[in-house]
């Protein structure tokens, strides 16, 4: 399985950002997918995770700002973020699995004015 992740770039505080993230290769049934993010100097944290039927879940830090959807037929995961701030800067992976069994290559989302 490989995921491939795009959309991340510099964007300034209040801004807004998409990220997508596509999976191939042998991926069958229900799984989840999600999207995680890794700060300087601090551990990876879960941010957003959607099962194929649908239902969401996200962090408390970033509920009410990023929205989490997926298209099921292009085995693709995207991540709308909204009302971004400097400390939502970090590089963000596409994940499959819960626990992650595969891993995005990351994209960097930079939030500064």
């Known amino acids: 399985v490989q995921l491939q992740a795009s959309g991340g770039g510099l964007v300034q505080p209040g801004g807004s950002l998409r990220l997508s993230c596509a999976a191939s290769g042998s991926i069958y049934g229900d799984y989840y997918m999600g999207w995680y993010r890794q700060a300087p100097g601090k551990e990876r944290e879960m941010v957003a995770l959607?099962?194929?039927?649908?239902?969401?879940t996200y962090a408390g830090s970033v509920k009410g700002r990023f929205t989490i959807s997926r298209d099921n037929a292009k085995n693709t995961v995207y991540l709308q973020l909204n009302s971004l701030k400097p400390e939502d800067t970090a590089v963000y992976y596409c994940?499959?699995?819960?626990?992650?069994?595969?891993w995005g290559q990351g994209t960097l989302v930079t939030v500064s004015s």
């Open positions: 994940s499959v699995g819960l626990p992650p069994a595969y």
């Open positions: 959607t099962n194929s039927g649908g239902s969401t």
